[in-house]
């Protein structure tokens, strides 16, 4: 049973940093590309950074220079590290992954960034 489980989020001011943690379990971790989507109040989901198995990263063009998507393959762990944090960033952050055409989502960590 695929499992992710993020953790980390909670209340910043404008221009602080956050680090947001994924745990995956029931897949081969170090195979899979990882995902970080997020959804702000009345918006679409959005793909904010991705990482595949040979390290290689993309980032929206929004948190480009902001936000750092890293990888600990002996944790089963991904981690999107996030620096100053502004209004726009706001909203529930997603880990995603797919393992043989099924995609999978955890339950969502809240970021909230104050003025």
């Known amino acids: 049973q695929v499992q992710l489980v993020e953790s980390g989020g909670g209340l910043v001011q404008t221009g602080g940093s956050l680090r947001l943690s994924c745990a995956a379990s029931?897949?081969?971790?170090?195979?899979?590309?990882m995902h970080w989507y997020r959804q702000a109040s009345g918006k679409q989901r959005e793909v904010v950074a991705t990482i595949i198995s040979s390290g290689y990263t993309h980032y929206a063009d929004a948190v480009k220079g902001r936000f750092t998507i890293s990888r600990d393959n002996a944790k089963n762990t991904v981690y999107l590290q996030m620096n100053s944090l502004n209004a726009d960033d706001a909203g529930v952050y997603y880990c995603h992954t797919y393992l043989g055409g099924v995609l999978y989502w955890g339950q969502g960590t809240q970021v909230t960034v104050s003025s």
């Open positions: 029931g897949i081969d971790f170090a195979s899979s590309p």
